[in-house]
């Protein structure tokens, strides 16, 4: 993982706030790395981010747009987790409504499960994007383990 992490953000509607709030206590943070999101929740990111980089243009706070997937439940969710089997996404961050059902929750699932299978760090909710985002790990150059599936791939049908 190199210094300028890709990460993907996605909130549930019952959790847009505070994903929301989140970015705009940590935009100075979250600016300096790309960010990919689903449909809905990567166009208020993207004008939270934006807003605050026209207040801090004279300090060399440059905006970066966030690239933007379709909403979660028309097939946001499944390009995200296909960014992360192509190793194209370096964190998650993903504030989840454990309160709500989900009409696509399979796809949420198999997002969940590709972030796990591809050691993704993932955050699920705001104390645990705090941590992730204030380790010294976050900020700089990080190897992360990868698990070798040639057992699988290989194995005899």
């Known amino acids: 993982m190199s210094i300028v992490k890709n990460i993907a953000v ?3 509607d019952n959790c847009k706030k505070e994903l ?4 705009d206590c940590n935009h100075n943070i ?4 790309n960010l990919v999101a689903t449909g809905t929740t990567g166009g208020l990111v993207e004008e939270m981010i934006r807003e605050r980089s026209a207040q801090k ?4 706070y440059d905006f970066k747009p966030v690239e933007r997937m379709k909403s979660g439940p028309l097939g946001g969710d499944q390009q995200l987790g296909a960014m992360i089997s192509e190793g194209k996404i370096d964190v998650l961050i993903f504030f989840w ?3 709500q059902p989900q009409p696509h929750d399979v796809d949420v699932k198999a997002l969940l499960r590709l972030a796990v299978l591809y ?3 993932t ?3 705001r104390s645990t994007a705090e941590f992730l985002i204030s380790s010294p790990f976050f900020e700089g150059e990080f190897q992360r383990k990868e698990t070798d599936f040639s057992d699988y791939t290989q194995r005899k049908i």
């Open 97 to 99: 409504d454990p309160m």
């Open 123 to 125: 955050a699920s909710n």
């Open 20 to 23: 929301l709030d989140f970015v």
């Open 30 to 33: 979250l600016a300096r790395h």
């Open 57 to 60: 243009k004279d300090d060399g």
């Open 119 to 121: 050691n993704i760090p």
């Open 10 to 12: 996605v909130a549930h």
